[in-house]
């Protein structure tokens, strides 16, 4: 059975720190993996990632996969309250099943 | 465009009530999947389309049936509503192929059996 795993599960910064969110993951026919970041309402697109060793970017977040280790990271600089949300890591196998975790969710106090 | 339609919003059902979910797409995707999200257990897949025709179950299928007779739509069907379906419900669908990038999500239906 796919297996994906977030953690923390939870955590609060303040305005200004960096957090690293981690996920790894246990799946047979990998295909690429994505992160989404969920407000109260459904997914939104972050990253896909299906290369190791790649680093992709996007304004103050960033993401790495390691297909070795089965693990990625998402990291988010100089936070903002806006940055407030589930953050959702999915596994896509070569059928585009997603397997999801359970996500992280961070809160960032002002 | 729309993108991933869902139809609708909310709904409360009494248990043993059927309903279908509506689920539309206009990006001509073929891949096509509905979930469900349950407090701190991220999303589980249901039922899964590879293309207009073919169906399949995914993780928790019991009580639901999809079909898929075009490729733009993607009803989901409660047979008989029970209050562990209660739930947050979304629909998803990708292009697929070389260069993809991930499931566009409809904004969800929020169902309660009581």
């Known amino acids: 059975e796919d297996k994906v795993v977030q953690s923390p599960l939870s955590l609060v910064v303040h305005e200004g720190d960096t957090v690293t969110l981690n996920c790894s993951y246990e799946v047979t026919n990998f295909r690429s993996l994505l992160w989404y970041k969920q407000e109260k309402k459904a997914p939104t697109f972050l990253f896909m990632l299906t290369s190791s060793g790649i680093e992709k970017k996007s304004g103050r977040l960033s993401s790495i996969l390691d297909k070795k280790e089965l693990f990625s990271i998402l990291n988010i600089t100089a936070t903002q309250t806006g940055d407030s949300a589930v953050y959702l890591c999915a596994v896509a196998t070569n059928d585009y099943k997603l397997s999801f975790g359970a996500g992280t969710t961070v809160t960032v106090r002002a | 465009n729309a993108g991933v339609t869902q139809t609708p919003k909310f709904q409360v059902l009494k248990t043993g009530q059927s309903m279908t979910l509506q689920c539309a797409q206009d990006?001509?995707?073929?891949?096509m999947s509905w979930y469900r999200q349950d407090p701190g257990m991220g999303l589980r897949l249901i039922h899964y389309s590879v293309g207009a025709g073919i169906t399949d179950q995914g993780e928790v299928p019991n009580g639901y049936n999809v079909s898929r007779s075009t490729t733009e739509d993607f009803p989901l069907r409660l047979l008989s509503a029970a209050p562990s379906q209660t739930s947050v419900y979304f629909c998803?669908?990708?292009?697929?192929?070389?260069?993809?990038?991930?499931?566009?999500f409809g904004s969800g239906t929020r169902l309660t059996v009581v």
């Open positions: 990006m001509n995707h073929e891949y």
């Open positions: 998803a669908s990708q292009r697929g192929g070389q260069g993809s990038y991930g499931y566009t």
